[in-house]
C-alpha cells in the first residue's frame, strides 16, 4: 500500500466541479509535484490533503489511515503557503516552535527542535528576529524551518518559489531538493513552473481543468507525454508539432508531412509509436523536442534512426548554453536546438537532423498519444 | 544666456510669486479657523483659572488677574450636584470611568469577535448578520430608549429575585452595569463594522497555518489575530470611549442620582437653579469633564487616521 493514496476525489463549489475524480499514490519518501496551469485544481487538490478545504467524495488516506475528515492539525502534515505565512508578531523562533507549543510540547523540547532545524537551514543567527526583519529568501526558508521542526508524515508544498525572484529561485530549489535528499522526507508540491516539476520530483502529476492528464516520473512525462497538452506544457522551448499522415507500403509504415513549394518529408514511424494502430492514410501529429532537432554534425551517435530536411532559418535565438533556431514547416514553427557556436544565420538554408528516437505521434482526434 | 532662457525666467519667477501668494492664502485661512476653533478653549481655561468677581465684571477675553486655582478644586471635591450633593463632580468622574473601562473593553473585544467570524470562519449566510449589524449602526439612540428600559426593568427584577434568594444581585439592575450593557449592545455594530473591515484584508493563509499548527478557535483569534490588530484596536477604543464617555441620553434615563455618569452630573451643575451661577467652576469642571477623551486622542490619535485608513482599503 502506497504511503499517501487519493481515490477518486472530487471537489464541488456548488454546480462548479474543480476536482474531477483523481486517483494518485505516493511512496514514502517520495516527491510529488502537482503541476498545471492556473486555475486546474492544483492548489485546491494540495488543499484537501491539508484538510483547508471539504472534498465532495472519494477518500484521502496517509499510511492507511482515512484522513478525509480529520482536522488540518490532526493529520500530521506541514504546509509552507505562497506567501510563507509567518507570524508577523513572533520572532523566528516563536514561529517555528508555535505548533509544538500548540500541541503541549514542553519548552526545553521545542527550543532543542527549532536549534536543530535552525542549524540545518542556517537560521540561528536570525532566530530572534521578526518576519518583517527578514529578506524574501529568509522568509522562505524560516517557512521551510516551521514544517520541518515538526517532522510531520508529509509536507504540503504550495507554490513555495513564486514570491522570489529568478535566482534566489534557482538557489531554494537546489536548498529543497537537497532538503528533501538529506531528510527522505514524503512531499506533495504544488507549482506552474515546469523547470521545478522537472528537477524536483520523483513523480509528476500533470493536471488540466480538474483532471489527472498524465502521472508519471519526471523523464516519462518529458519523454512520453500521454496526450497533447501535457506535450506542450511540459519543456521549454514547448514541443515541436506537426501535422503528418501514415502512409504503408512494403510492410514498413512512415509518416510523412507535407510541405509547401517542396517535396514532403517521409520517415519510419517513430519507435516509440503502436504501428498496429496506424492505418494507410491515418492523419497523426508528430511530436518533437528541440534538443531531438539540430543540425547533422551534432545528432548522437546512439541514435539510430535519424532522417533531414532542410529549411530557412527564420530566427535565431542565442540562449547563452546553447542556440535556438526556428524554421517553419508547412506554417508550423519549428524549433531546434543548435550549439551555441554554430555559425547560423537568419535566412539561410540549413540541413535540420531529427533524432526520431526521441520523436512521439499523437491522435489529432482523441489528443492521446499513440 | 540663450532667447530662450530670457522668455522662461521671468514666467519662471511669475510662477513662485503665485505660489508664495497661494500659500499665504492656505496658511491665513488655516491659521484664523484653527483660532476660531482653539477660542472657546482658551476663554473656558481662562475663565477657570479666574475669580468669580473677575468673571462677572470682566472681560471674557481679558487673561486673569490675580490666577486661582480654586474654581477646580471646587468643581472636583466640593461643588453642588442636584440638591442634596456637595461633593463636586469627583465621584460621577470615577461613575463615568467604571462605566467606559468595562464598556469599551467588552465591545471592543466582541467587536474584534464577530470581525474575526464574519471574515475567517465564514457560515451561509455571513453577509445577511452583517448587513443587520450594520445597521445597528444607523439606529438613533432615541429609538431604542423605551426597549432598553423594558429589558433593563427586567434585569432589575431578576436581580430583586436574586438579592431575595441570594442576599446579592451579581450586578443586575445595578445602574454601571445597565449602562455598560446598553453601551455595548449598542456600540458593536460600530465595533464590528471596523473590525470586519480589517480582517477582510488579513491574510487568510496566517490563519490557515495556525489550524495546521494545531491551534484551536480562540487560540487563532488571542495569538494571530488580535497581536496584529493594534492599528485597528486603536480606532475602535478611540471611537467607543469618546462616544461612551460623552453619552448623556443613556445615562441621564437609566441611571440616577449619585450613580449618574460625568455628562448628568456636569448638566446637573451647570443648570443649577439655586444661588450665584459659579461660571469659573462651571467652566473648570467642564473641562475636566472633557480631559479624558482629549488625554486619548493625544495619546493615540496618530494611530487613529492611520488605523481608519487601514480598515478602509479593503471591505
Known amino acids: ?370 | 544666456m540663450t532667447a530662450a532662457d530670457l522668455v522662461a525666467a521671468p514666467r519662471r519667477r511669475n510662477y513662485s510669486s503665485q505660489s508664495i501668494v497661494t500659500r499665504v492664502v492656505i496658511y491665513g485661512l488655516l491659521g484664523f479657523f484653527a483660532i476660531i476653533y482653539l477660542v472657546p478653549l482658551i476663554v473656558m481655561v481662562m475663565t477657570s483659572l479666574k475669580p468669580l468677581d473677575e468673571v462677572t465684571g470682566g472681560n471674557m477675553f481679558a487673561l486673569p488677574k490675580s490666577l486661582t486655582f480654586a474654581p477646580w478644586t471646587r468643581a472636583w471635591g466640593e461643588a453642588a450636584i442636584g440638591v442634596s450633593d456637595t461633593a463636586g463632580i469627583s465621584g460621577y468622574f470615577m461613575n463615568s470611568i467604571k462605566m467606559v473601562v468595562p464598556a469599551v473593553v467588552i465591545s471592543t473585544l466582541l467587536g474584534a469577535l464577530n470581525g474575526y467570524v464574519l471574515t475567517k470562519w465564514r457560515f451561509p449566510g455571513h453577509k445577511l448578520v452583517f448587513g443587520m449589524m450594520l445597521f445597528a449602526c444607523f439606529i438613533p439612540f432615541q429609538s431604542v430608549i423605551i426597549p432598553m428600559a423594558v429589558i433593563l426593568g427586567l434585569l432589575g427584577q431578576i436581580g430583586n429575585q436574586l438579592i431575595d434568594t441570594f442576599g446579592f444581585s451579581f450586578g443586575f439592575g445595578n445602574p454601571t452595569v445597565n449602562l455598560v450593557l446598553c453601551h455595548v449592545v449598542y456600540g458593536l455594530g460600530f465595533t464590528t463594522l471596523f473590525f470586519r473591515n480589517y480582517y477582510e484584508a488579513f491574510p487568510t493563509e496566517l490563519v490557515k497555518a495556525a489550524m495546521i499548527d494545531g491551534a484551536s478557535f480562540f487560540q487563532i483569534f488571542r495569538r494571530v489575530l488580535l497581536p496584529n490588530s493594534t492599528p485597528i484596536i486603536i480606532v475602535t477604543v478611540i471611537y467607543q470611549f469618546t462616544n461612551i464617555w460623552n453619552d448623556f441620553l443613556f445615562g441621564s434615563t437609566f441611571a440616577a442620582g449619585d450613580q449618574s455618569p460625568m455628562t448628568v452630573a456636569l448638566n446637573n451643575l451647570v443648570n443649577t437653579s439655586t444661588g450665584v451661577v459659579e461660571y469659573n467652576v462651571n467652566m473648570a469642571a467642564a473641562i475636566i469633564a472633557a480631559a479624558p477623551t482629549l488625554f486619548v486622542y493625544v495619546v493615540a490619535g496618530r494611530y487613529f487616521v492611520r488605523g481608519l485608513m487601514a480598515g478602509a482599503v479593503k471591505g
Open chain 1, 1 to 370: 500500500m502506497a504511503f499517501l493514496e487519493i481515490n477518486g476525489l472530487r471537489k464541488r463549489y456548488g454546480a462548479l466541479e474543480v476536482l474531477k475524480g483523481i486517483d494518485l499514490t505516493l511512496d514514502k519518501g517520495g516527491f510529488l509535484v502537482l503541476i498545471g496551469p492556473s486555475g486546474c485544481g492544483k492548489s485546491t487538490l494540495l488543499g484537501t490533503i491539508a484538510g483547508l478545504e471539504s472534498i465532495s467524495a472519494g477518500k484521502i488516506s496517509i499510511e492507511g489511515q482515512q484522513i478525509n475528515d480529520l482536522h488540518p492539525s490532526k493529520r500530521d502534515i506541514a504546509m509552507v503557503f505562497q506567501s510563507y505565512a509567518l507570524y508577523p508578531n513572533m520572532t523566528v523562533a516563536e514561529n517555528m516552535a508555535f505548533g509544538m507549543e500548540m500541541r503541549g510540547v514542553a519548552r526545553p523540547e521545542r527550543e532543542k527542535a527549532v536549534a536543530e532545524v535552525a542549524k540545518t537551514l542556517q537560521l540561528e543567527h536570525l532566530l530572534k528576529r521578526r518576519p518583517s526583519q527578514l529578506s524574501g529568501g529568509q522568509r522562505q526558508r524560516v517557512a521551510m524551518g516551521r514544517a520541518l521542526v515538526r517532522q510531520p508524515r508529509v509536507f504540503l508544498f504550495d507554490e513555495p518559489l513564486s514570491n522570489l525572484d529568478a535566482k534566489l529561485r534557482v538557489d531554494m530549489r537546489v536548498e529543497i531538493k537537497r532538503l528533501h535528499q538529506r531528510t527522505g522526507a514524503t512531499i506533495v508540491y504544488v507549482t506552474h513552473d515546469q523547470i521545478e516539476a522537472m528537477t524536483l520530483a520523483t513523480r509528476i502529476a500533470v493536471l488540466k481543468d480538474g483532471e489527472l492528464q498524465q502521472v508519471g516520473t519526471p523523464q516519462e512525462v518529458y519523454n512520453t507525454p500521454a496526450n497533447l497538452f501535457v506535450a506542450d506544457f511540459m519543456g521549454s522551448p514547448s514541443m515541436n508539432l506537426l501535422e503528418g499522415k501514415v502512409s504503408r507500403s512494403n510492410g514498413a509504415a512512415s509518416v510523412v508531412i507535407e510541405r509547401t513549394g517542396t517535396a514532403p518529408i517521409a520517415f519510419p514511424v517513430p519507435t516509440s509509436a503502436n504501428v498496429e494502430a496506424l492505418g494507410e492514410g491515418a492523419r497523426v501529429i508528430f511530436g518533437i523536442r528541440p534538443e531531438a532537432v539540430s543540425d547533422v554534425e551534432s545528432v548522437s551517435a546512439k541514435s539510430k534512426s535519424v532522417t533531414t530536411f532542410t529549411s530557412d532559418v527564420e530566427i535565431v535565438e542565442p540562449a547563452g548554453s546553447d542556440t535556438f533556431v526556428v524554421t517553419s514547416i508547412a506554417g508550423r514553427e519549428v524549433t531546434a536546438r543548435m550549439r551555441s557556436d554554430s555559425d547560423i544565420r537568419v535566412g539561410q538554408s540549413q540541413v535540420f537532423a531529427l533524432n526520431l528516437d526521441k520523436a512521439v505521434l499523437f491522435d489529432p482526434a482523441t489528443t492521446h498519444r499513440i
